[in-house]
């Protein structure tokens, strides 16, 4: 094993001469001798960051209020919250995709007396909930805009074809562009077929594709670069080659679409990730004579691709012509690098990148770490997880139920049972969820040493959470029957409450 090339020396500046201390002067007139100044005066900002920095604890601070209380969103009778704080904890949740914290947030949005019904805001809202497959919620969320007689517009439409065709419910998406059309000025566009089409390409029906390019071309909708892509990135995931070479052909057939940095990387990843190396350098440079120039997600691709297939030369080829052509390396790309190493057992070079990840100022995250743990657990050097958890404790990262799992997984692995229970419990100490993999693995663990009685009951209280998770489901249900008027049922999607029954939109996802 080679031992790792030394860390380039870095140029660290001398450190700057501390300013004398200022003399302390009564606050106002501080500010009045700050208002004098004039606005080039080089201690102006310094003089106004300590304002600055209150507004930002302020704000930061109202914004985590709005959020305690919208966990307790049944108990809250307040209608006068201070609008900033609603709307940046409502926007914080989203951007997150925690779509339940946002659901709590929204309901208590929209009992202050300063609310007014906006589509865009379900908009946001029906799109996270696509992203987060959670189409039961979508369709609440569709009929509560329904109950404050807002009139639908294409974004909110089509968002809600994204929350059904994302988590596999397609009859459904296709009967929500059935609506549209007959909808008044609420025509699918091209941006609405292109999530449907995308959504058709992710689930692998490829057989609705040429009925949707039909409906499309019917209505004289032209198919754009970002369809062709989608089709393309369907094919390619699902290893159909042949196929994808021919949607490519027709892109650029079309003479209006030419291929695009997605485009390339599609195709680069499909190669790539089924270990057909020699293609994945052959339309690299392909795309290359294209005049397609690569991004760092394409580098990030071939470095997967090459560690996945063993060839950590070449994988560390691209590692080092990155830095050539001005590429910064991401978290991503040390993660894959991490990864890699570590599942190859050389912990030596995983170390050294991590090092490297933190002396180049790259911030790690939970990927990371969890990386690091499954690489020590496979080369059985079980010591240094505590080191790792320490590491975390001394930064912001916040440790999710993966990184968890691969702790406990590890322990579980080598028989430390004892330490395993430990870790289940510092996960919820960290008010982190356990979920089905995290229950599965432990139940393993025990069966394999005999602990029959241990096992049985993991599995009684793995029950009682799916339970209690299903009466909270059809609870949310009864409720909104009770409170939305019953033609809507039947009018808009009615299908998926009426005809199938509640359960059927928890069995679509």
């Not at 004039?38 to 209020?65: F, N, Y």
């Not at 025990?446 to 241990?454: K, L, P, V």
Request: glycine share 6%; proline share 6%.
């Amino acid at each position: 094993m080679h031992s790792p090339a030394p860390l380039p020396p870095t140029n660290t500046p001398s450190p700057a001469p501390r300013p004398s201390r200022a003399p302390v002067v009564p606050a106002a007139r501080h500010r009045r001798r700050q208002q004098r100044k004039p606005p080039s005066s080089p201690s102006a900002p310094d003089a106004e960051q300590p304002d600055a920095l209150a507004r930002i604890l302020r704000t930061e601070a109202a914004v985590s209020g709005v959020s305690r209380k919208a966990a307790a969103v049944a108990r809250q009778q307040s209608t006068r919250l201070w609008p900033r704080a609603v709307l940046e904890a409502l926007d914080s949740a989203v951007v997150a995709c925690r779509w339940e914290t946002a659901l709590e947030i929204f309901e208590l949005l929209r009992k202050q007396h300063w609310y007014e019904p906006r589509s865009q805001t379900y908009a946001r809202l029906l799109m996270m909930l696509g992203k987060c497959r959670q189409p039961g919620p979508a369709t609440a969320l569709f009929k509560a805009m329904l109950s404050e007689r807002l009139r639908p517009t294409v974004d909110v439409y089509t968002a809600l074809v994204g929350a059904y065709g994302y988590s596999g419910l397609l009859e459904e998406a296709l009967a929500t562009i059935d609506q549209m059309k007959g909808a008044a000025d609420c025509k699918p566009d091209e941006y609405t077929f292109s999530v449907l089409i995308n959504c058709c390409a992710k689930s692998r029906r490829f057989d609705l594709i040429p009925v949707v390019l039909d409906e499309m071309s019917y209505l004289g909708i032209k198919c754009n670069s970002v369809i062709h892509n989608a089709i393309i990135d369907g094919y390619g995931k699902a290893a159909m080659f042949l196929e994808m070479e021919s949607a490519l052909s027709t892109m650029l057939e079309s003479g209006s679409n030419v291929p695009d940095i997605y485009t390339m990387n599609s195709i680069i990843w499909a190669y790539g990730n089924h270990g057909r190396t020699d293609e994945m350098e052959k339309w690299y440079s392909e795309f290359e004579l294209m005049g397609v120039e690569p991004d760092t997600k394409t580098f990030n691709i071939m470095i997967k691709s090459y560690g996945k297939a063993g060839m950590y030369y070449k994988m560390m080829s691209i590692f080092k012509y990155m830095k050539k052509r001005f590429f910064s390396p991401t978290a991503v790309t040390f993660n894959i690098v991490i990864e890699c190493f570590g599942r190859a057992g050389n912990i030596e070079k995983m170390d050294y990148y991590f090092r490297l990840m933190k002396i180049q100022g790259v911030k790690p995250n939970p990927i990371t770490y969890c990386s690091l743990v499954n690489g020590y657990s496979k080369a059985g050097l079980l010591d240094k997880i505590p080191g790792i958890i320490r590491q975390t404790e001394n930064t912001d990262v916040v440790l999710d139920t993966p990184f968890f799992n691969c702790v406990i997984s590890a322990y579980a692995k080598s028989g430390d049972i004892k330490i395993m229970e430990e870790m289940l419990q510092l996960m919820k100490d960290k008010k982190c969820k356990p979920d089905k993999v995290t229950y599965a693995t432990m139940i393993q663990a025990y069966t394999a040493h005999g602990m029959d009685e241990a096992a049985r009951l993991l599995e009684m209280e793995t029950e009682g959470f799916d339970k209690k998770l299903l009466v909270s489901i059809f609870h949310c249900f009864n409720e909104l029957m009770l409170i939305i008027p019953p033609y809507w049922f039947t009018d808009i999607s009615g299908y998926l409450f009426l005809d199938q029954g509640p359960v059927s939109a928890v069995e679509g996802k």
